[in-house]
């Protein structure tokens, strides 16, 4: 029957079709506004010692954050202040 070979094939496409909306739809949740201030609370959790995740995360940087450097708000590497672009927000050049 013609109707039992398109059946499942219909709902292989809604399925597909479903994950891609979910994922616009997180983007735009990410997107929104209030997120900055989400994520500015993040870093500075982010930021205090003996964290054990942040501690994973700043790996990739070889030496700890020292007194003239800062964490940058936007790539969340570690910068010279030379390198702040925007103290409010403290986001370095490259991604001001
Ligand atoms: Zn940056």
């Known amino acids: 029957m013609a109707t039992d070979?398109?059946?499942p094939r219909k709902n292989e496409e809604e399925q597909s079709?479903?994950?891609?909306?979910?994922?616009?739809?997180r983007r735009h949740d990410k997107n929104s506004g209030k997120?900055?201030?989400?994520?500015?609370e993040?870093?500075?959790s982010f930021e205090l010692p003996g964290a054990d995740l942040s501690h994973e995360e700043l790996?990739?940087?070889?030496k700890p954050k020292q007194?003239?450097?800062?964490?940058?708000?936007?790539c969340f590497?570690?910068?010279h202040r030379s390198q702040l672009a925007d103290e409010k927000k403290m986001i370095c050049f490259d991604c001001a």
Do not use: G, P
């Open 67 to 74: 007194e003239d450097e800062f964490t940058c708000m936007s």
């Open 59 to 62: 790996a990739v940087e070889v």
């Open 17 to 25: 079709e479903e994950s891609i909306e979910e994922l616009k739809a």
């Open 77 to 79: 590497l570690v910068h």
């Open 5 to 7: 070979y398109d059946a």
């Open 42 to 44: 993040a870093a500075e």
């Open 35 to 40: 997120v900055d201030e989400d994520e500015a």
